[in-house]
């Protein structure tokens, strides 16, 4: 939309951290979602959430058709989408916010244009260009088709300059609660639950 937009500006898809650590001199942020994504815990982390000898393990998005082949043994229904939160960046700020992004999301990301829609079913999007950034396969810190039993035992154990992995997790689900009701993501609470319960018996 035109008028959501000014020229010079842009605006940040978060799918992960971005959603309640936002970047810095934004001035306006609508909940949103991405179509034909899913969201994994499939990047390695060797600072923020783990180290180089006991990496941890952070968010990438796959391209739904992409995503099946690797694996299978997590269903994400296709309508689900992508929930996130998108923020625009005024353009007195946009090169200096686009550079601490750069910056921020070196570790293995690169910059996509993706458009983002407001609600399921809508035939338009509310922001036809969007950035994001995405872990792509090719990343060296691509980590795929890890089990919800393996990557709970990962984010349950790991910790990094950030603080533990399991904090980023827990996180992430409450946002994603509370961005909309129609927010939601099937693996994210299944991974949740299952940190939960391996937290209590340790």
């Known amino acids: 939309m035109e008028t959501l937009s000014p020229e010079g500006s842009f605006w940040i898809f978060g799918y992960g951290s971005l959603i309640w650590h936002p970047p810095p001199k934004y001035d306006l942020s609508i909940p949103c979602y991405l179509r034909g994504y899913v969201r994994r815990f499939w990047m390695k982390s060797e600072d923020h959430r783990g180290t180089v000898e006991k ?12 995503w099946k082949q690797f694996s299978d043994w997590a269903h994400t ?3 689900e989408g992508c929930w996130g939160m998108a ?6 700020f946009a090169k200096e916010i686009r550079a601490y992004l750069d910056d921020r999301e070196i570790n293995g990301y690169t910059p996509h244009d993706v458009p983002v829609y407001a609600h399921i079913g809508d035939k338009k999007p509310i922001l036809d260009h969007c950035l994001v950034y995405v872990g792509t396969s090719n990343s060296p810190q691509f980590q795929p088709s890890e089990t919800v ?7 349950s154990t790991r910790k990094g300059k950030s603080g533990p992995n399991y904090i980023y997790l827990f996180e992430l689900a409450n946002a994603l609660r509370h961005l909309s009701p129609e927010s939601k993501d099937t693996h994210v609470y299944k991974l949740e639950a299952a940190v939960k319960k391996k937290l209590q018996t340790f």
């Open 77 to 79: 229904p296709y309508d």
């Open 87 to 92: 923020f625009r960046i005024p353009a007195p």
């Open 55 to 66: 990496p941890g393990r952070v968010l990438t998005l796959i391209p739904y058709e992409e």
């Open 149 to 155: 039993e393996e990557l709970s035992d990962l984010i």
